[in-house]
């Protein structure tokens, strides 16, 4: 069982549409990142979210800190092919120095 | 593009053989992490090192084995190769550990392995 789950695991929608990824944990964690992952590279930083109930904004991406710290929601405005990738949530612990990663989402963006 | 480079990018081995990945970092950073990439599964973590010869356990570390005797290079051992060792290898660098927040986890290019 992994400590962060993501749903849902593979999302297929039209160009324009609108999307939301959940990463959910029964953990506590001190910050949450979000990852995109293209074929064949490694995963890269979106953003980061450390305060319970954070919002942050990255163009059309929207990203948000659940109040109590155990979750966290990427939402996606109108949807375009170059959002196509895998999205990874990550937690910090409290305690040690690991990165968690979640089970990951699949978003597939049809022109 | 942060400097890591993971070797070999391919590899496929027989089942019963000893495996070791590399991983080297031109950053100088303290972190290090071994993680693996099944579908379902997102990345989970094998080994980290928070520093030279420092090493801790991650969520699937049975059947691997780490060392770092230098910064720059945290090795991945697969002491006796298994097909549920196949999968994609990812190396992670950080300036801090992730407890201290806004620390952002650098990855390399990944290591696809084959056990057959």
């Known amino acids: 069982t992994q400590l962060l789950e993501q749903s849902p695991q593979f999302l297929s929608i039209q160009e324009g549409e609108n999307l939301t990824v959940y990463c959910n944990s029964s953990?506590?964690?001190?910050?949450l990142q979000w990852y995109r992952q293209e074929p064949g590279e490694g995963p890269v930083l979106l953003v980061t979210?450390?305060?319970?109930?954070e919002v942050k904004k990255l163009k059309r991406l929207t990203f948000q800190f659940g109040d109590a710290r155990k979750d966290s929601s990427l939402h996606i405005t109108a949807a375009q092919p170059g959002d196509t990738g895998l999205y990874l949530c990550?937690?910090?612990?409290?305690?040690?120095?690991?990165?968690?990663f979640g089970t990951g989402t699949s978003l597939t963006v049809i022109p | 593009d942060a400097g890591i480079t993971q070797s070999p990018r391919h590899k496929v081995t027989e089942t019963g053989t000893p495996v070791t990945l590399r991983c080297h970092q031109t950053?100088?950073?303290?972190?290090m992490y071994w993680y693996r990439q099944d579908p379902g599964h997102g990345l989970r973590l094998i080994h980290y090192?928070?520093?030279?010869?420092?090493?801790d356990k991650g969520e699937v570390s049975d059947g691997y084995s780490v060392s770092r005797s230098k910064t720059e290079d945290f090795l991945l051992t697969l002491e006796s190769a298994t097909s549920s060792q196949t999968s994609v290898y990812f190396c992670?660098?950080?300036?801090?550990?992730?407890?201290?927040?806004?620390?952002?986890?650098?990855f390399g290019q990944g290591t696809r392995l084959t056990v057959v």
């Open positions: 992670a660098i950080s300036k801090q550990g992730g407890r201290v927040m806004n620390t952002e986890a650098f």
């Open positions: 953990s506590v964690f001190s910050s």
């Open positions: 979210v450390v305060t319970g109930g």
């Open positions: 990550a937690g910090s612990p409290l305690t040690g120095n690991q990165f968690y």
């Open positions: 950053e100088n950073h303290r972190y």
């Open positions: 090192s928070y520093g030279v010869k420092d090493t």
